[in-house]
């Protein structure tokens, strides 16, 4: 858990270096940045010795995300730059032009040393801390903060010291306990807490005793942490091969200092040795051995791939898969529902394979393990096992942008990416229970999140099948697999005017989500009625509830029908009763107590512990023309907000207009 966690040490301590303008060296860094001032809270040598262990680590792989990150950011002009780091600057109005221009070149400069010292050039590093514009520059920030003798040295402090990022970093996660960092790793809230916490911690060190001298800047300078923050999530943006080259390191990081981040006990995992505790790495370093029970529920399986040419494959071991099972099901006694996630960390590759062998999902389903999800790379891929009895492989290929772009003119706010699961041997096309795709969003900077959506490539087509924003990533479950990614949705209507002022926001989510659409011609046709099909496929669409092996036995209703496969699952799910039997009265118009009733049965479904207060319908005058058999249903939406009255009535038995049916599935839709 906490070698994975090193990634976001790196990930502050290279965003960090390339702002304060330290690079990072392999070696030379005590005749380039001098010993006479270094801080007695880290010395030269011990900085000189870890960096140099990091970089022995960087494959070839990694060197050319470096150059692609120093490429990117000196082609950085300086109007850009100055985006990047407005919220900072901001606060140094004291600086002019000048000042700004040496900064940036100060930044390219830095960013290019990155990589050069891997290439075994240090010719940049004396050029960094002799050049005279950089003297003056800090010797100007320094003055206006009201501190004196800041160097370079304060910067190595501010990020190696026993105050800087790096050490907070590891006493929050050893702070953390085994629960809190399963959800650290699988939740990106969760890492993005962390970081911002290290952070504030260290600019936090500005007065008293263990000041950082950096930090004594910022703080009399008026910069927040915040500041910082939105600083270094405009550098991501801006120069997207910054996370690439920080995975790169931070990969480097772990290999070089696995012991330290693990921090064994004696005996518990015989692929490491303890480190000396003082964060410097000074133990003994063995090959890392997979532990599949190290974290119940989390099973790192980064050692266990292999990448040959553009494709790397996960070799599993059927014995420790089993072993992490039983860590899990013994981790959570007596619960149901259990997820093993197999963490294949960052792969450089552009495709990638996970096979599962029949013994693993046979084991799975004896054991109880209802589903295994692959991660990697930001991705997430989560599996229900119970579906199948022979050996499966999951292939997930990133294609090219083009493949979306082509087909649309709507902003692309993921990579694409291409899904091909095999069981037996044989390609699967559809599936019984529904496989959740989990896809990491970028460029998402001015985008609005509430119409991002899952589109699905479909004969040179797209198809938009909606999703969950969480954070960084959108949710979606998939009954199918095919070429995926995520779009920025705009969908407008040129006749709902009328209602724009308390649907119309509604109408344009719902729409963008693929769970409504417009009757041609540009029209929306807000007051037509709702048919009781048209509901059905606004339901199912809305909550990702879509299976195409769901099966329905209504006379009424064509295999063949659009509406077919909704009726299906609404009716399988008890959401959607038929009229009888053997008719479901497809075309039939639906009341508002109606469409509250399948809303209640839908979010039920979901969310079985949502509660009802029955109480909810006495602030409805006219509650008594509600039937008997859709109080509950009524009950359960206005108590839960989902429906609301007008005028103080509900007019339960009024027929739902299709402005009406965008409200409440909007409302469904963000229910929680």
């Not at 970081?195 to 504030?200: R, S, V």
């Not at 479950?477 to 006749?495: C, H, I, M, Q, T």
């Amino acid at each position: 858990m906490k070698k994975k966690l090193a990634v976001s040490t790196l990930a502050v301590s290279m965003a960090a270096a390339s702002v304060a303008g330290f690079p990072f060296s392999s070696k030379g860094l005590a005749e380039h940045f001098g010993v006479s001032t270094a801080s007695a809270a880290v010395s030269q040598a011990d900085v000189k010795a870890k960096v140099e262990k990091i970089y022995a680590q960087l494959t070839e792989a990694d060197r050319l995300a470096l150059l692609n990150y120093k490429n990117q950011a000196n082609a950085v002009d300086l109007t850009t730059f100055r985006a990047i780091f407005d919220p900072v600057l901001k606060n140094l109005t004291f600086l002019d032009d000048a000042d700004v221009a040496t900064a940036h070149e100060a930044f390219k400069s830095v960013s290019s040393v990155v990589y050069d010292v891997y290439d075994k050039d240090y010719t940049a590093i004396k050029d960094i801390r002799y050049n005279m514009d950089n003297v003056a520059l800090l010797k100007k920030i320094a003055a206006e903060a009201g501190v004196t003798g800041l160097t370079t040295d304060h910067f190595i402090e501010f990020l190696f010291g026993t105050n800087g990022v790096e050490a907070e970093l590891r006493a929050l996660v050893s702070s953390k306990s085994k629960s809190d960092l399963l959800d650290i790793v699988a939740n990106p809230a969760s890492q993005d807490k962390l970081i911002n916490d290290a952070i504030t911690a260290v600019l936090n060190h500005n007065t008293g005793a263990g000041a950082l001298t950096v930090s004594q800047v910022v703080y009399n300078l008026h910069i927040s942490p915040a500041d910082v923050k939105e600083s270094l999530k405009n550098l991501n943006i801006a120069v997207p091969a910054t996370k690439h080259a920080v995975k790169a390191l931070a990969s480097a990081y772990v290999k070089a200092y696995i012991n330290d981040l693990v921090t064994p006990g004696p005996g518990t995992d015989p692929g490491t040795s303890p480190g000396n505790g003082n964060g410097g790495g000074g133990g003994t370093v063995t090959t890392p051995v997979t532990n599949p029970t190290a974290t119940p529920g989390l099973y790192d399986v980064s050692k266990l791939v292999t990448v040959v040419g553009d494709k790397a494959t996960l070799k599993l071991v059927d014995a420790d898969v089993l072993k992490s099972f039983d860590a899990l099901v013994a981790a959570n006694a007596g619960k149901t529902g259990l997820t093993l996630t197999l963490d294949l960390g960052t792969v450089n590759a552009a495709t990638v394979e996970a096979p599962l062998s029949k013994a693993i999902i046979e084991a799975a389903k004896a054991k109880g393990i209802a589903n295994i999800a692959i991660t990697f790379n930001g991705l997430t891929v989560t599996i229900p096992v119970g579906q199948f009895s022979e050996a499966i492989a999951l292939t997930t290929s990133t294609v090219a942008d083009t493949t979306v772009t082509s087909l649309s003119s709507m902003k692309l706010a993921s990579s694409v990416y291409d899904f091909e699961l095999t069981v037996g041997g044989v390609v699967t096309s559809t599936f019984k229970e529904p496989i959740i795709i989990k896809l990491p969003l970028k460029n998402t900077e001015g985008l609005d999140r509430e119409l991002l959506s899952v589109a699905k490539v479909v004969y040179e087509e797209l198809q938009y099948q909606g999703g969950v924003v969480d954070g960084d990533h959108i949710t979606e479950p998939r009954d199918g697999f095919s070429s995926y990614a995520v779009l920025e949705n705009k969908v407008s209507f040129k006749d709902v005017a009328s209602v724009q002022a308390w649907a119309g926001r509604q109408i344009s989510v719902v729409a963008a989500k693929g769970a409504i659409e417009g009757v041609g011609n540009g029209n929306f046709a807000p007051k037509n009625n709702v048919t009781r099909a048209e509901f059905a496929k606004m339901l199912i669409r809305a909550l990702n509830l879509e299976n195409n092996s769901a099966k329905q036995s209504f006379g009424d209703v064509s295999s063949t029908a659009w509406y077919a496969p909704y009726v299906a699952v609404a009716a399988e799910k008890g959401i959607i009763t038929g009229r009888s039997a053997a008719q479901f009265d497809p075309s039939a118009t639906i009341t508002r107590a109606e469409m509250a009733t399948m809303i209640a049965r839908a979010v039920k479904s979901q969310k079985p512990e949502a509660a009802t207060n029955v109480s909810s319908l006495s602030k409805f005058s006219d509650a008594g023309k509600i039937a008997a058999s859709l109080k509950d249903g009524v009950a359960f939406a206005a108590s839960n907000n989902l429906v609301i009255g007008n005028a103080g009535k509900f007019n339960p038995n009024n027929t739902a207009t299709r402005a009406e049916a965008a409200v409440i599935i909007y409302r469904t839709i963000n229910f929680k």
